[in-house]
């Protein structure tokens, strides 16, 4: 589960899985992240590596659209 903080302005999430590669592409920010997805398509299979409780693991997943609720909170 993700819970979240607020430091100053900022809501942060934190827990949960950190997304450290797409498709063998080392992710170092959100911006990285965003560059990789938006050359993907929604159906698309991607593999995520993740950092899950302090251990690395390899998740293969579909692409789906972002539901308008989650659109509003970017």
């Known amino acids: 589960?993700?819970?979240?903080?607020?430091?100053?302005?900022?809501v942060i999430p934190v827990g949960g899985d950190i997304i450290v590669a797409v498709?063998?592409?080392?992710?170092?920010?959100?911006?990285?992240l965003d560059r990789t997805?938006?050359?993907?398509?929604?159906?698309?299979?991607?593999q995520l590596e993740v950092v899950r409780g302090g251990r690395r693991t390899t998740l293969t997943?579909?692409?789906?659209?972002l539901p308008r609720s989650a659109r509003q909170r970017l």
């Open 37 to 46: 997805l938006n050359n993907k398509n929604v159906g698309d299979r991607v």
């Open 61 to 65: 997943v579909q692409l789906a659209e």
């Open 23 to 32: 498709d063998g592409q080392k992710i170092s920010s959100r911006d990285d």
């Open 1 to 10: 589960p993700t819970n979240e903080v607020q430091i100053g302005r900022y």
